[in-house]
């Protein structure tokens, strides 16, 4: 299960170090807001099949690979959100 989160993350670094022409994730890591904007949608759909008890899988992992890529396209480090997590554990 963690692997595929690691995979998103490694993915999203490895395409801003050697972009793919044509490629929705480099949309999304070179374009600020784009990524907001699909970040802010996605999560807006997630609630909606959550109150209509429909497509929520899908649309959770929406969100999940949406803000992977924003917070890549922003230089926000999942290490340090992490770390910021287990600082608040109590």
Do not use: C, Q, W
């Not at 690691?6 to 994730?25: I, M």
């Not at 929406?62 to 480090?77: G, S």
């Amino acid at each position: 299960m963690l692997n595929t989160l690691e995979s998103l993350f490694n993915l999203a670094r490895e395409r801003k170090k050697t972009p793919v022409d044509g490629s929705y994730t480099n949309k999304l890591l070179s374009d600020k807001s784009l990524s907001k904007k699909k970040v802010l949608e996605e999560i807006n759909e997630l609630i909606e099949a959550v109150d209509n008890n429909s497509n929520k899988i899908h649309e959770a992992a929406d969100v999940l690979y949406h803000l992977i890529m924003y917070l890549e396209a922003n230089d926000i480090n999942i290490e340090d959100v992490l770390t910021e997590l287990d600082k608040r554990k109590k």
